[in-house]
């Protein structure tokens, strides 16, 4: 069954740029999230990080690639919600580290 734009239901699609992503899940989930609002939104994301953490802990790689989806998934409807465009956040380690502007960071610890 096709999802959306070349997605497939339980398989991995195509790349998409990280805007592109995050029209995707809006056009998809936004409505419902928006009106669970933010602390409900950010309880689902904080769930599916500890199923990630397990996929991880289990050294599952096929788990782990689908927790990582649905991670960033809520994370992009969180940024979503507070208006943020997560494609222009990014561009904050655009020239290496934020803080010591390296790449690779040197920075300590």
Do not use: N
């Not at 939104?41 to 996929?55: D, K, Y």
Request: aromatic share 10%.
């Amino acid at each position: 069954m096709v999802v959306a734009e070349g997605l497939q239901a339980g398989g991995l699609g195509r790349a998409m740029r990280i805007a592109e992503f995050q029209r995707l899940i809006e056009a998809i989930y936004y409505e419902k999230d928006k009106g669970r609002g933010s602390a409900g939104t950010f309880r689902w994301f904080v769930e599916e990080v500890g199923e990630l953490a397990g996929a991880l802990r289990e050294e599952d790689r096929d788990r782990a690639a689908e927790e990582f989806a649905d991670v960033f998934a809520w994370l992009s409807t969180l940024a979503s919600i507070h208006g943020v465009e997560l494609e222009e956040a990014v561009g904050k380690y655009a020239s290496g580290c934020p803080k010591c502007g390296s790449a690779p960071c040197r920075c300590e610890g």
